[in-house]
């Protein structure tokens, strides 16, 4: 069951940790059971690693440069869920 999200343009850090595991389920990111603050997600053409961290939200996907190594980013808590749903899972 979902609860009802902050708005879109709400920085994330002012997102209860629940809404932000929502927004990260609602996005077809699997939650990993070992690590909590780690999720997965694989779309069709690309496939990523997301981890919360302390000061912000990193991004691996998996094998996406021209050479197939791993592209990382970090994104700050400070950017709306709505540019983060953009950043991120538009892919690499």
Not at 74 to 79: P, Q, R
């Amino acid at each position: 069951m979902f609860m009802a999200l902050p708005p879109a343009d709400t920085p994330l850090y002012n997102h209860p940790l629940p809404d932000i595991e929502d927004w990260l389920r609602s996005k077809g990111c699997q939650q990993d059971r070992t690590d909590l603050h780690c999720w997965s997600i694989q779309k069709p053409d690309w496939k990523a690693d997301l981890c919360l961290e302390i000061d912000s939200l990193t991004v691996r996907y998996i094998g996406a440069s021209e050479d197939g190594r791993d592209v990382q980013r970090s994104f700050k808590y400070s950017l709306s869920r709505q540019d983060l749903d953009e950043a991120i899972f538009s892919g690499p």
